[in-house]
């Protein structure tokens, strides 16, 4: 039904995902990590997360890496993974030469510069370092990718909520609000248009300050939308104190609570090994050997925990 | 006790230890980690002390409205790199609302705005950032006179740039060696960016800043009820 | 049996305001009542609503005097949040009262509210999702609702607390009818099958004037009637017409023949089915003696070739549109929801572009001007006065648009004086557009619109949510304008409507123009696109589409 037609384009990205494809009563398929419960796969995401700060030998990283990127595959999140890699990407290249650059301390130097107010020494062991700070940074970008692809607006609400019943409303009002302004916001630069007010040609200097009164205009409805929706509110019982949640029945699945309990050994393990020193790799002055910490029990005990889930949920989707 | 409050102790107990750790042991830490945790802590406890402030819902809807704008704003001008009308916005609404609203305002905005744009680790800092921006905001107008033009104008922009600076942290404290030269050149990096945020904040700030201050301030909550007497028929 | 709620001796003005919204108003309603609350926008019927569930004076401030009471509560003492466990209140704008993010969020709000455990509120949403249809939306984003949806959601919200008296404050004012049918059948359903007590705010008199128990009529903060719906409608004979059926305006003439009809008059029909039985007994004593006015050829003012429209490529919503638009026409465009009226009507003064074929406004491609530039010669109201709003008064509001249309000097404050007379805003000019009503404010927004002597002037659904005597006006206004040289074009779903303004119907639907022709033809016969009197008259006086075209035979006067 065009019933979509009617409304004037929403603003970009999400806004304008939420249509008329994710509205059947169960949403849209979901698998892998998608499926899991939401508060399962955040402590997953959570563990996978902490594992990208905690670790530093490249190698550890790498595997963290497969593992982050098989989760996106077995939850069919590959492709819509692809705009957060690009930023990874981006930003991991940039570390991975500016720490190199401004690292100090290595001992092998492979180029030297004096420059008047700094010294720049490329070592091996500031490559090394910037290599693995990529990586990290890498993981954790993935981890918080995850976070995004796999868990949607609406269960981040619902956990949300958990922690602050207000908090949780602000925000869920918020974000139910943005296509409605959006719109509001076409809708009035559309009247002021058909009143003479020239928002699409001249110079940007002017287009820019024509729509500063519809500024006024969009803030003033808005603000009054906000009255109204506080008015339905109360009209509703809000505020009599002695609020219940409601909180749907989904049965705990035996994937849910193998995820979450993996997830709770990794954090464990990775902690564990963080005070006993486990994950403390050493780039100054040498580099420490990078295989050696593959064989450290904290280390095997947390990758085969961040492992678990996905032998639970195997398989590939593109 | 429930689970989240639990989870927001347990939370408070870990950043303290982490931190007492990083203070005992500052070469071994990863201050990623402590900073991160420690972020988050703050965030959580100012948002559930506010949710504990009783909030009416005229207050809710008002702080949930504004974020949106500012949410809507951001997505307006995404192609327009780091301009980011959330920073004006949240500043406005902290002059005409209080502390405590213009905090909420600025955390929701990033909290909700990421919902579009994605979260990230720099979720928390941007919340805290933001939300400080709204506090300040407050503080700015707390007796009630809303300040002038210029006052804004200059606000805006040491505000806009403070938040950059503030959200670059985390990757400098996360993931780039300690060094001067580290620092300076991430900051360097960022600085056109910078000069967008400040100059497109100061721009609305100037144009706009005292019209939406006043239209704000008008929907602040002011009900009072005047009953007339007469008892009589029932 | 007690009354459910009482209202004694109420006064209430809001913050601010001049004069009191509520003026000594006293009521009693009973358990099981379907009162109907009618007035003109400004008259009190929403401040009404509000005292019974406590928003007035608790959210809204001001003062009060009088006392209201519901079951045992005293809105006095008693804030909204108490009252809404007896209480519910279905508000005019759907995207204005959702708070969650999913249907069945939305659904469990009130109930959570109210501190019920969470197994009761999972049935409970169920069993509301079931009652109103939309089980299969159970957790859709609230964001990917049309308005009758969200409308139908936040009633079932509201019914689910299952209060004792349902209040609906204009809840169809801004939708479609076929969506105003539903939601209005759900509301009879829910009168019929629970006895509850309900309390419905309405324009649209022709659409549930035949479910109340009870009408009430409101003007200027009074009540001024308050009768079962025959009564009302004999008392609306003496100079409120407006706000009969059609059908009972039909036969009230009737009863201007003297003593002895009105004696005999007894009923009035509410609906068609009534008028038909009540025709049998009259049969053979009407006569028609509407003849279509020949068509004027004017000038053509817009000229639309080959037009397809839509959003993307491809995806056209209407294809090969050929269109001639001349001066001192009066059109309707009309279609089912969703059909494409109003992206066409965009299309005509520039807001959008053309997938295909092209637009000629008096002559020139409307692709080389800006709709700024377009807004001197095509005036597009849409359908929200609120948007134009950005100056503080009307007079300063009439005065930008000029301004912005170029006009200047001798010329502008002739245009601008000409606007506020035909417009009759004399005496608003100095307030501000935001606190007037309903119907004067869609009259500033006409005079921003049209201050530039446009050659043609469309209208998207002006009459959402307008009081019969604001359409009458409108209706006078439109038909003035059509004699003076403009093209009028009007959107609307509004049937009783177009057939008082319009002399030419276009229908549009399944991606083309299905009808363009004198009103008499299009909307003669029709299935859907039908007024009462000819659906009543369809078969004995064909092309009979109003009660003016109508008369009754002398033999009976």
Request: glycine letters at 10%.
């Amino acid at each position: 039904m065009t019933l979509v037609a009617e409304q004037p384009a929403a603003a970009a990205g999400r806004v304008r995902a939420t249509g008329v494809a994710a509205r059947r009563t169960r949403g849209p398929r979901r698998y892998g990590l998608a499926r899991t419960r939401p508060v399962a796969s955040l402590a997953y995401v959570i563990a996978l997360a902490l594992a990208g700060f905690v670790l530093n030998d490249p190698l550890q990283l790498i595997a963290l890496l497969a593992v982050l990127f098989v989760a996106l595959g077995f939850a069919g999140k590959l492709r819509a993974s692809l705009p957060y890699l690009r930023v990874a990407l981006y930003v991991a290249g940039f570390l991975a030469i500016l720490n190199p650059l401004f690292s100090q301390g290595g001992l092998d130097v492979l180029w030297q510069v004096h420059l008047p107010l700094l010294q720049i020494r490329v070592t091996i062991q500031g490559i090394a370092f910037g290599v693995s700070t990529a990586l990290r940074l890498s993981a954790v970008l993935i981890a918080f990718a995850l976070y995004n692809l796999v868990l949607d607006p609406d269960d981040q609400l619902g956990i949300m909520s958990r922690f602050s019943f207000r908090s949780g409303l602000v925000v869920s009002l918020a974000t139910r609000l943005v296509p409605v302004l959006s719109r509001d916001a076409e809708s009035i630069a559309d009247a002021q248009r058909s009143r003479g007010v020239e928002l699409d040609r001249g110079r940007r200097r002017d287009r820019a300050a024509a729509r500063i009164p519809l500024l006024s205009a969009l803030l003033t409805q808005s603000l009054e939308r906000a009255m109204d929706i506080a008015a339905s509110m109360e009209a509703r019982g809000y505020g009599r104190g002695g609020r219940t949640r409601w909180q749907p029945e989904r049965r705990w699945r035996f994937a849910d609570g193998a995820t979450a309990a993996a997830a709770g050994l990794a954090v464990a393990a990775l902690i564990g090994g963080l005070v006993a020193g486990a994950f403390h790799y050493r780039f100054y002055p040498l580099l420490d050997d990078p295989w050696a910490p593959l064989a450290d029990p904290w280390w095997l005990l947390a990758l085969a925990a961040l492992a678990t889930p996905l032998c639970v949920e195997a398989r590939w989707r593109r | 006790m429930s689970l989240s409050r639990v989870t927001l102790v347990a939370l408070v107990v870990a950043a303290i230890g982490l931190s007492a750790w990083a203070a005992l042991e500052p070469q071994s830490v990863d201050w990623g980690l402590v900073t991160f945790v420690g972020v988050v802590a703050v965030v959580g406890v100012a948002v559930v002390a506010y949710g504990a402030r009783d909030a009416s819902a005229h207050e809710l809807s008002l702080v949930a409205a504004l974020a949106a704008l500012a949410t809507a704003g951001r997505v307006l001008f995404a192609s327009l790199p780091n301009v980011k009308p959330v920073t004006f916005i949240v500043l406005v609404s902290g002059v005409a609302l209080g502390s405590g609203p213009g905090f909420m305002v600025g955390a929701t905005s990033a909290l909700v705005s990421n919902l579009f744009f994605g979260q990230g680790p720099w979720t928390p800092w941007q919340m805290l950032a933001w939300g400080a921006v709204g506090a300040v905001g407050g503080l700015m107008g707390r007796h009630g006179r809303l300040p002038g033009r210029w006052a804004l104008v200059a606000a805006g922009a040491v505000l806009a740039l403070a938040f950059d600076w503030v959200v670059t942290l985390w990757m400098y404290i996360a993931f780039t060696a300690h060094t001067w030269p580290a620092l300076v050149s991430l900051y360097a990096r960022g600085l056109p960016f910078d000069i967008a945020h400040v100059a497109a904040t100061g721009l609305f700030a100037g144009l706009f800043g005292v019209q939406a201050a006043k239209i704000v301030a008008r929907f602040r909550v002011r009900t009072r009820v005047t009953f007339v007497g007469l008892e009589g028929t029932s | 049996m007690a009354a459910i709620a009482t209202l004694a001796h109420v006064t209430y003005t809001y913050p601010g305001a001049s004069k009191p919204a509520l003026d000594d108003v006293s009521l009693a309603i009973d358990p099981a009542e379907v009162i109907l609350v009618l007035g003109g926008s400004g008259s009190g019927k929403s401040t009404l609503l509000r005292a019974i569930n406590g928003l007035v004076p608790h959210f809204h401030g001001g003062t009060f005097a009088g006392r209201v009471t519901v079951d045992e509560f005293d809105t006095r003492t008693a804030r909204p949040a108490e009252l809404a466990a007896r209480v519910g209140l279905v508000f005019q704008d759907p995207e204005s009262q959702a708070v969650m993010t999913t249907v069945e969020r939305e659904i469990a709000f009130g109930l959570e509210n109210r501190g019920i455990a969470s197994p009761a509120i999972a049935r409970l949403v169920e069993e509301a999702l079931i009652s109103l249809g939309l089980s299969g939306l159970r957790r859709a984003p609230l964001s990917t609702l049309s308005g009758g949806e969200l409308q139908k959601v936040a009633l079932a919200a509201v019914i689910a607390t299952q209060p004792h008296l349902l209040l609906l404050d204009e809840p169809t004012s801004q939708l479609d009818p076929v969506s105003s049918e539903e939601l209005l059948a759900a509301v009879r359903r829910l009168s019929e099958d629970t006895g509850a007590t309900i309390v419905l705010a309405e324009h649209r008199v022709e659409r549930c004037l035949h479910l109340a128990t009870r009408v009430l009529f409101m003007e200027g903060g009074a009540i001024v009637v308050d009768a079962d719906p025959q009564a009302f409608a004999r008392w609306a004979l003496a100079g409120h017409r407006e706000l009969l059926p059609p059908v009972a305006r039909l036969f009230a003439r009737r009863l201007n023949g003297g003593a002895k009809a009105a004696a005999e008059a007894g009923r009035l029909p509410l609906t068609v089915k009534d008028a038909r039985g009540m025709l049998d007994d009259v049969a053979g004593q009407l006569e028609s003696f509407a003849s279509p006015a020949p068509a004027r050829e004017g000038d053509v003012v817009l000229e639309a070739r080959k037009l397809a429209v839509g959003y993307a490529p491809g995806e056209a919503v209407l294809e090969h549109i050929d269109l001639r638009l001349r001066r001192g026409e009066r059109i309707a465009l009309m279609g089912e929801n969703g059909a494409g009226k109003s992206t066409l009507v965009r299309h005509f003064n520039g807001l959008a572009r053309p997938l295909a074929g092209d637009v000629r406004l008096l002559g020139r491609p409307l692709k080389e001007l800006s709709v700024a530039q377009a807004a001197r010669d095509c005036a597009l109201l849409g359908q929200n006065p609120n948007d134009y709003f950005i100056k503080d008064t009307v007079a300063e509001e009439v005065d930008y648009s000029l301004v912005q249309m170029g006009f200047a000097g001798r010329e502008r404050n002739e245009l601008c004086s000409r606007t506020i007379v035909d417009l009759d805003l004399m005496d608003l000019l100095m307030r501000n557009p935001r606190d007037l009503s309903g119907g004067e404010r869609t009259r500033v927004a006409l005079a921003a619109v049209t201050c530039g002597d446009p050659a043609l002037v469309i209208l998207d659904e002006p009459t959402r949510g307008m009081d019969p005597l604001h359409k009458a006006e409108l209706a006078a206004l439109l038909r003035r304008w059509a004699a003076n040289g403009r093209c009028v074009l009007v959107v609307t779903h509004d049937v009783e409507f177009a057939a008082r303004v319009a002399g030419r119907v276009l229908v549009v639907g399944d991606g083309s123009l299905l009808a363009d022709g004198p009103v008499h033809e299009v909307l003669n016969g029709s299935l859907f696109f039908s007024t009462q009197i000819n659906r009543l008259l369809r078969h004995s006086l064909p092309g009979v589409l109003t009660e003016d075209e109508v008369t009754w035979g002398t033999s009976l006067q």
